[in-house]
């Protein structure tokens, strides 16, 4: 079978084996069916899965391996209810990685098309040399200290013998989204307090840290993009199939649904791109001065709407756009897309 990307075959890989405990598979999706939720945007906790993998036997694997099987038991084993594959176009995609993060309330996140959405990326992210090329975002609920949501990515990294995983955590116990990512670099940074390192060392460290917070920044920026009032999606996710009495006959898609994202904006974006080199020049402002053309960083553009919008943000509602990078000062205006209403 021929697949769009090179992550979705190891993920299916994984998905079926991890179905091949049937009994495993059912008690997980019990807990995602039927048990109380610690919050709506969270459908079964890795503390919950930890313990299933206990009680089928799994507390015997190695602690490393323990952890990292236990997060992707908890992506996958909400994933495969629906089964979303989000391909991003290759041109907003290198936009959208390197989109500035502003003051966004972080309940925005809770605004996912659908729980642990598989992401994949037309072009790596890099990590220390390691190439992530997908990843499901997924919530999470720590409970320790003060009581927070956390959003997980379970990253597929590619190697040349395959995939193999990677977890990345933030923490969500800040208002903002940029406050979020600042505590949960400081967190993981005070954790390296007081080893013993020489000067070579302190440079790993540095370079490690700034690693991580260009890959959190990317996926944060991508799942924002999935969050957003209109995302330009190629397809309507899949809804949760409904609960049923006896979970082990849940049907649940057999296939991803590959949604190609940003893909409108993508192509209106290309076309921009060509018009702009075909009429490369200054342009001339009224003033007599001259402007050398350049773009305007894409970025985030948060509105509030509803009641108390102006006076109370407590009554109101908040609204996220992602906006392009823009032409300023050149022949072509800014391109300006539409929403397209299917024929």
């Not at 923490?171 to 949960?184: G, N, S, V």
């Amino acid at each position: 079978m021929n697949y769009p990307h090179p992550a979705l075959p190891a993920v299916i890989t994984s998905l079926r084996e991890l179905e091949q405990d049937r009994a495993l598979v059912v008690d997980l999706s019990k807990v995602i069916y039927q048990e109380q939720p610690r919050h709506p945007a969270v459908p079964i906790t890795v503390s919950q899965v930890f313990e299933l993998l206990a009680k089928h036997g799994y507390h015997r694997l190695p602690m490393p391996s323990a952890l990292m099987f236990g997060s992707v038991a908890a992506a996958l084993a909400t994933w495969r209810l629906t089964k979303g594959a989000y391909l991003f176009d290759a041109s907003i995609w290198e936009q959208i990685r390197e989109t500035p993060l502003t003051k966004l309330p972080q309940a925005l996140l809770q605004r996912l098309p659908e729980p642990a959405p598989l992401l994949l990326f037309p072009t790596p992210l890099d990590w220390l040399g390691h190439q992530v090329d997908a990843a499901h975002a997924y919530f999470d609920w720590d409970s320790r200290g003060e009581p927070h949501l956390e959003l997980r990515f379970l990253c597929w990294v590619h190697q040349e013998a395959g995939h193999t995983t990677l977890s990345v955590i933030l923490d969500l116990d800040a208002e903002t989204l940029d406050e979020c990512l600042e505590r949960t670099m400081q967190r993981t940074w005070k954790e390296l307090v007081g080893v013993p390192r020489s000067d070579k060392l302190v440079g790993t460290l540095e370079e490690s840290k700034a690693s991580v917070r260009n890959l959190l920044l990317a996926l944060l920026n991508t799942v924002l993009f999935l969050c957003q009032e209109e995302p330009d999606l190629s397809d309507t996710p899949r809804q949760r199939p409904p609960s049923r009495a006896k979970l082990k006959l849940l049907q649940t898609p057999r296939t991803p649904r590959v949604i190609q994202t940003g893909w409108r904006w993508g192509a209106a974006l290309r076309q921009h791109q060509d018009e702009q080199a075909a009429q490369a020049g200054k342009k001339t402002l009224p003033t007599g001065r001259s402007v050398q053309p350049h773009v305007r960083r894409a970025h985030w553009h948060l509105y509030w709407t509803g009641e108390g919008s102006r006076k109370d943000p407590n009554k109101a509602t908040p609204r996220l756009k992602w906006v392009g990078a823009t032409l300023v000062g050149g022949e072509v205006e800014a391109v300006t897309v539409r929403k397209m209403e299917a024929s």
